[in-house]
């Protein structure tokens, strides 16, 4: 849609409507972080909270693996189109992260949880 057809009043609207979506968006984001918020902050004076505990491996792994696939099918592509140029970057830069987290994985810097056998 060309905005040189569109008379003034319609150009300000189409160009409202982003912002009015964004700052709802915000607004939401913002509630639903405070409603979390002080509901962990009823638990923990009820005494009813537990902290959860997240099993990271999986998700350095998981993600690697992606960011793995997705830069390497990037890099092949930004290759076969303009060879080797800046836009190569834009798959290889998600190749490198993604290497980053399997080498992370890998190296299994995790603190674990000491044995009750005593």
Do not use: C
């Not at 999986?58 to 800046?86: A, C, D, E, N």
């Amino acid at each position: 849609m060309d905005t040189a057809t569109l008379t003034p009043s319609a150009q300000v609207i189409v160009s409202l409507i982003p912002i009015v979506g964004i700052a709802f968006g915000a607004v939401i984001i913002f509630f639903a972080l405070l409603w979390k918020h002080r509901e962990t902050k009823q638990r923990i004076l009820a005494g009813t909270y537990s902290p959860h505990s997240y099993n990271w491996k999986p998700f350095f792994l998981l993600t690697g693996l992606i960011l793995i696939g997705v830069g390497l099918v990037l890099s092949i592509m930004f290759l076969f189109m303009k060879g080797f140029s800046f836009m190569l970057l834009g798959g290889l830069i998600p190749l490198v992260i993604g290497l980053a987290f399997i080498i992370f994985y890998k190296a299994n810097i995790f603190k674990t949880q000491p044995d009750d056998k005593e």
